[in-house]
């Protein structure tokens, strides 16, 4: 059997060379060697996409490595996703989640929902480029215990105290509790905007949903 950090690394590699074509065979070999489903994604996949985030802001990379990138990792997590769920888990409680309006990452908040749902919760996913009046009705419809947001860019990220200003005004920011994460987003950031809690990453995110609901 390869050592851990091997496989890992070429996991990383995979992400960076943009090679569609290994990455499944790859996060294979990892689950079959016992790697955590968990570490695959965080010290293999997502470390490759900080080394790509990087080669793009050098100008070493354009917007079509970017798409490739995700695509990449979008290959590597089908593999995983069923390794981060967990099978009989009783529902921990309801979470509504989507990325704010103007924005279309989608890879770290698809992410939080794998984790939440692998941890019981019940999640309404409304996906990218979610506008406020979306956020409303589906807390409305929906009366979950969570909001969760998510924004890569800096210019999206104000997205989220609209949100929270619509529930405001629909007289439900009361009834929830609201996590936000994503690059850009601070716990600074989230205090001064109102929400509950930011998170650094997937795994930090679903700790937090999960204390909020009494268990961890
Ligand atoms: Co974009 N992009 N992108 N991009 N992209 C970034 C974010 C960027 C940092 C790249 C760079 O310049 N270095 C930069 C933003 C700069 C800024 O605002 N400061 C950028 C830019 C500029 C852009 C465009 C404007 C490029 C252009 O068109 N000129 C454009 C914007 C489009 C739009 O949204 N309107 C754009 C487009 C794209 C693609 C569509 C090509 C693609 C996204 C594909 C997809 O998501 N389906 C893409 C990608 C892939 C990236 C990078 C390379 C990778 C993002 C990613 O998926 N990371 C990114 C560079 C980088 O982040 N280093 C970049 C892996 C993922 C697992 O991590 O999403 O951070 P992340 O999620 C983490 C945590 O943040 C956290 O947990 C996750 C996992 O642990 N988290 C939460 C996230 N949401 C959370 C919610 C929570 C809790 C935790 O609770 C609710």
């Known amino acids: 059997m390869k050592d851990e950090a091997e496989i890992l690394g070429k996991i990383r590699d995979s992400i960076v060379n943009l090679d569609i074509n290994?990455?499944?065979?790859?996060?294979?070999?990892?689950?079959?060697?016992?790697?955590?489903?968990?570490k695959v994604v965080t010290d293999g996949m997502s470390r490759g996409m900080e080394i790509v985030g990087k080669?793009?802001?050098?100008?070493?990379?354009?917007?079509?490595?970017l798409i490739m990138a995700g695509e990449t990792m979008k290959e590597g997590m089908k593999i995983i996703k069923p390794y981060l769920k967990g099978s009989d888990l009783k529902i921990a409680g309801k979470v509504v989640?989507?990325?704010?309006?103007?924005?279309?990452?989608?890879?770290?908040?698809n992410l939080v929902v794998?984790?939440?749902?692998?941890?019981?919760?019940?999640?309404?996913?409304?996906?990218?480029?979610?506008?406020?009046?979306?956020?409303?009705?589906?807390?409305?419809?929906h009366e979950p215990n969570?909001?969760?947001?998510?924004?890569?860019?800096?210019?999206?990220?104000m997205e989220m105290e609209k949100v929270i200003s619509?529930?405001?005004?629909?007289?439900l920011r009361n009834k929830v509790k609201i996590i936000v994460g994503g690059a850009p987003v601070t716990r600074e950031f989230a205090e001064m905007i109102g929400a509950d809690a930011a998170a650094r990453d997937a795994v930090e995110g679903a700790t937090i949903c999960k204390s909020w609901m009494g268990s961890r």
């Open 97 to 109: 989640i989507g990325t704010v309006r103007g924005d279309l990452h989608d890879i770290g908040k």
């Open 22 to 38: 290994s990455i499944a065979k790859l996060c294979k070999e990892a689950i079959d060697s016992n790697i955590p489903a968990y």
């Open 166 to 171: 619509a529930l405001k005004n629909a007289g």
């Open 114 to 141: 794998m984790l939440l749902e692998g941890s019981g919760f019940s999640v309404v996913d409304l996906g990218v480029d979610v506008q406020p009046e979306k956020f409303v009705e589906a807390v409305r419809e």
């Open 55 to 65: 080669k793009y802001e050098n100008g070493e990379y354009f917007l079509a490595e």
């Open 146 to 157: 969570i909001v969760g947001m998510s924004a890569l860019l800096t210019t999206t990220m």
